[in-house]
């Protein structure tokens, strides 16, 4: 017989959501892994999604997900075809330089 019981969604370290919540809305050049990254982020109006899409300049690598502020089910993590510990790194790790660039033609 299944278990017809949901998976609760993967716990979000509150050092993600600070780190998440510093990096700057729009589009930032940074350093992550001794490699060059541009990052976009948007929020939405109401502070309940942010999507951020990352890729590294020069290389092949790249990092994509939403994460919302749900009231009932608390903050959910939803990564685009990889893995929430990839993410979680990645954002926790991210360090976006001190002047804002402008986005690669």
Same mark, same amino acid.
């Given at each position: 017989?299944?278990?017809?019981?949901?998976?609760?969604?993967?716990?979000?370290?509150?050092?993600?959501?600070?780190?998440?919540?510093?990096?700057?809305? /729009?589009?930032?050049?940074?350093?992550?892994?001794?490699? &060059?990254?541009? #990052?976009?982020?948007k929020r939405s109006e109401d502070g309940k999604r942010t999507w951020l899409y990352g890729e590294e300049l020069g290389g092949t690598d790249i990092v994509s997900f939403n994460f919302y502020r749900l009231?009932?089910? /608390?903050?959910?993590?939803?990564?685009?075809?990889?893995? &929430?510990?990839? #993410?979680?790194?990645?954002?926790?790790?991210?360090?976006?330089?001190?002047?804002?660039?402008?986005?690669?033609?």
């Amino acid at each position: 017989m299944r278990d017809l019981r949901r998976e609760a969604p993967p716990s979000v370290p509150a050092s993600f959501e600070s780190a998440l919540a510093k990096l700057p809305e /729009g589009y930032v050049d940074g350093i992550f892994g001794n490699r &060059s990254w541009g #990052v976009t982020v948007k929020r939405s109006e109401d502070g309940k999604r942010t999507w951020l899409y990352g890729e590294e300049l020069g290389g092949t690598d790249i990092v994509s997900f939403n994460f919302y502020r749900l009231i009932r089910s /608390g903050p959910m993590l939803k990564p685009c075809e990889m893995s &929430s510990a990839t #993410v979680v790194e990645f954002v926790l790790g991210f360090e976006p330089s001190t002047k804002k660039a402008a986005p690669p033609p």
